[in-house]
């Protein structure tokens, strides 16, 4: 069940991190563009602030869902690599319990923020973009986020009362291959 989860999960998060890179794509490709015509001709694209922090969040809220699922966060590699399978599985599974909340408590109250924004019909300043676009990057992101170090989390318990991985070595070796 672990296993499947995890395929799952890290399948999701993959596509989400790609949108989000397009979104970067596209956020670069504008900045440049806008550069070189306020250069060239003296006029830029109108507008291109409110574009490019609508394209940056989405950006950096769809990629990090991913982070957690690939593992590629910092660990004390010193620490982590002597470490044996159970202990590194309790500092996972604490690291995992903080992500949780961390990125639970981001979802919460940025839907908090985003339904008062969505009341009082808050737009951005040149657009008029509801600025409910704005965060709906923000709160998809960090509750896959949420979800995602939740797996984590109880695949990291399973190690530390098992002993056992609750991932096959194909499982990951397929999933390092796909990167």
């Not at 991190?17 to 563009?33: D, K, S």
């Not at 990125?103 to 908090?112: E, L, N, S, T, V």
């Not at 600025?131 to 709160?139: A, E, R």
Request: with cysteine; aromatic share 14%.
């Amino acid at each position: 069940m672990i296993a499947l989860f995890n395929r799952i999960l890290y399948s999701l998060t993959q596509y989400t991190a790609w949108i989000g890179m397009l979104f970067l794509l596209a956020a670069t490709l504008t900045t440049t563009a806008d550069v070189i015509m306020r250069k060239s001709g003296n006029n830029g694209i109108y507008g291109a602030v409110d574009l490019i922090q609508l394209m940056i969040m989405a950006a950096a809220y769809l990629s990090i869902p991913y982070a957690f699922m690939s593992r590629s966060h910092v660990s004390v590699s010193i620490l982590a690599d002597l470490a044996s399978r159970r202990t590194s599985a309790f500092f996972q599974f604490f690291a995992a319990a903080l992500g949780t909340c961390f990125m639970g408590a981001i979802a919460w109250f940025g839907y908090d923020q985003a339904t008062l924004q969505m009341e009082y019909g808050d737009v951005s300043m040149t657009y008029g973009l509801p600025m409910i676009y704005y965060w709906l990057p923000l709160l998809f992101g960090s509750a896959l986020s949420a979800v995602v170090t939740v797996h984590i989390g109880v695949e990291s318990l399973y190690t530390l009362i098992t002993g056992r991985s609750g991932i096959s070595f194909n499982d990951l070796s397929n999933q390092q291959g796909e990167n």
